[in-house]
C-alpha cells in the first residue's frame, strides 16, 4: 500500500512551492489597497465621473483673467504716470523724441488711428449639418473656431500691411501669442470666447486683398459655406487702436546693428 502523507523531506520543498503564490496574493491586495487611496485622496471624496473638477478649473482661470485684467489696468496707470515725469524731466533733443516716439509707434504702446478692417470669427449654429450636397456631416471639432484659423487671419493682416492689429480688446505687439485651450482663446493672461475679432489698421483694399489670398482662410472659406461657420469683414474709415499697457515679458535681448 502506498503512502500519500508527505515526508519531512517533501514539506519543505511544498512550502517553497506555496510560497510565492501567497506572497503574489498579498501583493496584489497591497496594490489594490494602494489604488484604493490614491483613488481617495485625488478625488478628496469626490465623484471622479462627474466634470465638477473641470468646472472648477474654468472657474479659476476665468477669476485668473480677471485678476490679470484688473493688474493690467493699474499697470497701465502707472506706466503712464512713469512716462508723463519722464517727459516733465527728460532733457531729450527733438530729434531724440521724434525717434522715440517711432519707436513706441513700432513696438505697439502708443494709440494708432486710421482706417481698416475687423474681422469676425463664429463657431456654426447649434446642430449644425452639412449644407452643400455630397458634403459629409461634421465632426464637432468641423464646427468651431480653432487657433490656426485665428493665427491665419492675423498673419493676413500683418502680411497686408497692417499698421496695427488688435484681437478682441487687446493690442497685438511683438511677443503676443494667439493661443486657443479649447473652444477658448487665451491672449496675454486673459480668456475670452468666441465670437473673436481682429480688427487691423492699414490700407483697406490691401488688407482685404491678403485676407482673400490667404491658403488657410480659403480652406477656412470652405467650412464656411459647408457647416455655417461664421465669417465677417467690416471696413472703417477710421478706427482707433489702444497701445499696448501690458507688461513685455522678454528674458533675452540683443542690440539691432545700426
Known amino acids: 500500500m502506498s503512502n500519500s502523507a508527505d515526508t519531512p523531506a517533501d514539506r519543505p520543498a511544498r512550502r517553497r512551492r506555496l510560497r510565492p503564490v501567497r506572497l503574489l496574493t498579498a501583493g496584489v491586495f497591497a496594490l489594490a489597497g494602494l489604488i ?32 490679470n485684467h484688473e493688474l493690467e489696468r493699474e499697470a497701465a496707470a502707472s506706466r503712464s504716470q512713469v512716462d508723463r515725469l519722464a517727459q516733465r524731466d527728460s532733457g531729450s533733443s527733438a530729434a531724440e523724441e521724434a525717434k522715440l516716439k517711432a519707436l513706441e509707434e513700432e513696438a505697439g504702446t502708443t494709440r494708432l ?5 475687423t474681422v469676425t470669427l463664429t463657431d456654426a449654429p447649434p446642430g449644425a449639418t452639412a449644407r452643400i450636397p455630397g458634403v459629409p ?5 468641423d464646427l468651431v473656431i480653432h487657433q490656426q484659423d485665428l493665427q491665419a487671419v492675423v498673419n493676413a493682416l500683418w502680411q497686408g500691411g497692417a499698421k496695427g492689429i488688435r484681437v478682441m480688446d487687446q493690442r ?12 477658448t ?15 487691423a489698421v492699414g490700407d483697406v483694399d490691401r488688407l482685404e486683398q491678403t485676407l482673400s489670398d490667404s491658403p488657410t482662410i480659403q480652406n477656412y472659406m470652405q467650412y464656411v459655406n459647408a457647416y455655417g461657420l461664421g465669417w465677417k469683414v467690416d471696413t472703417h474709415k477710421a478706427v482707433t487702436l489702444r497701445g ?5 515679458d522678454l528674458r533675452y535681448a540683443k542690440p539691432v546693428n545700426p
Open 185 to 199: 482663446l487665451i491672449l496675454q493672461g486673459r480668456v475670452y470666447s468666441p465670437p473673436y475679432k481682429v480688427t
Open 113 to 117: 488711428r486710421g482706417a481698416g478692417v
Open 36 to 67: 484604493f487611496w490614491m483613488s481617495f485622496h485625488a478625488a478628496q471624496g469626490t465623484n471622479l465621473r462627474t466634470d465638477d473638477s473641470m468646472l472648477k478649473l474654468s472657474d479659476l482661470i476665468q477669476e485668473r483673467s480677471r485678476k
Open 172 to 183: 497685438l505687439i511683438s511677443t503676443s501669442a494667439v493661443r486657443c485651450v479649447g473652444n
Open 244 to 248: 499696448y499697457s501690458g507688461t513685455v
Open 137 to 141: 456631416e461634421p465632426q464637432p471639432n
